[in-house]
């Protein structure tokens, strides 16, 4: 019995180990070194696709009953998926000080997201924009497009946190999974290329788009075409 409340307590420091990845982020944005700080945020979400799976083998329902590491997985998912890339694009000077109201907005329509009863569904999606900004502030960093397209484009993306559209959660729904997670393993794998290369090829960044792409079309099929209730994986 304490074997297993140690292991469900293990499972939610390994979840906690997020904000460890925040704090240095925050500092790597802070000393100007822009590529660590996406690449701590990617530490981060490896840890956020692997704990879920943790914490159902080590039952932190039952041995942690009064402790919820959902909520603390909602923290540091706002912290990692929302805040501090919003913090780069405003420190990177993505966007000027007369797109701060739209950066704000960005900020709070996100909390909202988070705060959702149905930001998950018991099928495997997510409700609304599900906040990806890390993402988003990773092609603005390295794509450099014209700020009133930049603008125009965290706009619509936060609005559209409040429009109740189904996305895909790979990890959790068997549509397409194979592909959704094989696909965001091989994105992932050019992504980290892109930090890690002294002179990444600008064509390489445009081809990554690719999955981006894919996912948010694919969502929207499934979003429009198949009736809830159908997809859940676990």
Known sequence: MYLHAILAWLTHFYTGLGLVCALLALRALGDGRPNDV???????????????????????????????????DDIIDYLNYTFIPVCFIWQQGLLSEAWLPVLGF?????????????????DGYFTGFPSYWNVVAFYLYF???????????????ALMTFWPVRYLY????????????????????????????????????????????WYMGYSFWLHFTRPRGLGIAE
């Open 38 to 72: 996406f690449l701590w945020l990617a530490v981060a979400f490896v840890i956020d696709a692997t704990d879920g799976v943790l914490a159902r083998r080590a039952r932190v329902d039952l041995h942690t009953p009064h402790f919820s590491g959902r909520k603390l």
């Open 143 to 157: 794509l450099e497009p014209p700020e009133l397209f930049a603008g125009a484009l965290i706009l619509v993306l």
């Open 170 to 213: 790979p990890t959790k729904n068997l549509a397409a999974r194979t592909l959704s997670i094989g696909g965001g393993a091989l994105w992932g794998g050019v992504c980290l290329w892109v930090l890690l290369a002294p002179e990444p090829p600008v064509v390489l960044i445009y081809l990554s788009l690719l999955y981006p792409a």
């Open 106 to 122: 960005t900020l709070i329509a996100s909390a909202y997201g988070f705060c959702s009863e149905a930001a998950k569904t018991d």
